[in-house]
């Protein structure tokens, strides 16, 4: 059974930095990893994404520069580690795992998903 599970996540400053881990049981080794994130009243949108070994990775142009997403298949584990936190980064932070080994941005092709863990970035 795959199951994913988020931590890290918290109330910063703008400015800050937090890192994110996703610790997942079950498939992992063989396929991508992504990050979406999902305001108050918005839909999800993605963030990064790492392919399945971590030779490629793939980001949304709102954290490129700040964020920076990697894998250790020793650990069953993803980080996303954000820097310079913004008030618009606020949000519930997903991980899920991918049913490709390639970098995916569309949540479509994510076929198991953790609980969250929530981000809250104060001006």
């Known amino acids: 059974q795959v199951r994913l599970v988020e931590s890290g996540g918290g109330l910063v400053q703008t400015g800050d930095s937090l890192r994110l881990s996703c610790a997942v049981s079950?498939?992992?080794?063989?396929?991508?990893v992504g990050w979406f994130r999902q305001a108050p009243g918005k839909e999800r949108e993605f963030v990064a994404t790492?392919?399945?070994?971590?030779?490629?990775?793939s980001y949304a142009d709102s954290v490129k520069g700040r964020f920076t997403v990697s894998r250790d298949n020793a650990k069953n584990a993803v980080y996303l580690q954000m820097n310079s936190l913004q008030p618009e980064d606020t949000a519930d932070y997903y991980c899920a795992l991918s049913e490709s080994r390639l970098v995916v941005t569309s949540p479509q092709y994510y076929a198991y998903w953790g609980q969250g863990t929530q981000v809250t970035v104060s001006s």
């Open positions: 790492i392919n399945y070994n971590g030779g490629r990775t």
């Open positions: 079950g498939l992992f080794s063989n396929y991508a």
